[in-house]
């Protein structure tokens, strides 16, 4: 454990709490992705399948628990919440989820630590995560083309998680310079695309914030 993982690991954690604040305060999820949300809750299950029999602490024990009981209660809410299920932007969010299952899942079958079960869903759910926001982002391109602007929460949401694994990239630099035999270059390669992808949403986030106004993207 060191700075840059804890300080991404709260980032991520606060990405939840932006979306159900989202959600909660304005009884909607306009501008969310159900099928990113989806995703994620596929990625934490594939991730952390070993957590009944591989315990490393309490504090990962915990975050695991945390990450699928918070992914999984946004989907709920999404689909089957009376109020909040109305809103959502089902013509926007029209991304075909197996353009990123399944080569994700082909590259997990290719590359992976070890050719077992466990191990070819983990290196999976690094690749599924690594796409995950693309529908994210296509909701937002689409509700701003339509509004002139970013939701506040929303672009604070995709925000914080394209921060957190910036603050894992920072982790991997300095795992890599104080542990002399740490290496991991299915998690290294992955997270530099995931980055990449929020490159964009980063320029334009970071501009509105400066300015001092709302967020656009360009059409």
């Keep these: ?33 159900l099928k990113t949300q989806i995703t994620y809750v596929v990625v934490f299950c594939a991730r952390y399948l070993d957590l009944f029999w591989n315990f ?11 990450f699928i009981t918070l992914s999984v209660g946004i989907v709920y809410l999404m689909v089957w919440s009376p109020t909040i299920s109305k809103t959502y932007s089902r ?32 290196a999976w759910s690094i690749y599924l995560e690594a796409v995950a926001i693309i529908p994210q982002l296509i ?19 995709v925000f914080a998680l394209g ?5 894992y990239l920072l982790n991997w630099i300095y795992r890599l310079a104080t542990e002399p ?19 964009e949403f980063f320029y334009y986030y970071i501009k509105a914030r400066i300015e001092g106004g709302r967020m656009v993207l360009p059409m």
Aim: glycine share 6%.
């Design 139 to 157: 909701v937002l391109q689409r509700e701003a083309s339509e509004t002139g602007f970013v939701d506040t929460l929303d672009s604070h949401y």
């Design 1 to 33: 454990m060191n700075i840059f993982r804890l300080g991404g690991d709260l980032l991520h954690l606060a990405s939840f709490v932006i979306l159900l604040l989202k959600i909660f305060s304005t009884k909607s999820c306009r501008g969310i992705s």
């Design 91 to 122: 013509q926007h969010d029209d991304f075909n989820l197996l353009f990123t299952f399944v080569p994700t899942f082909l590259l997990a079958l290719v590359w992976n630590e070890k050719f077992t079960y466990d191990e070819v869903l983990w």
């Design 56 to 66: 490393d602490s309490l504090y990962n024990s915990v975050m695991k628990v945390i």
């Design 163 to 167: 921060g957190y694994r910036a603050l």
């Design 181 to 199: 035999h740490y290496r991991n270059w299915i998690v290294w390669i992955a997270g530099l695309v995931q980055t990449a992808i929020y490159g």
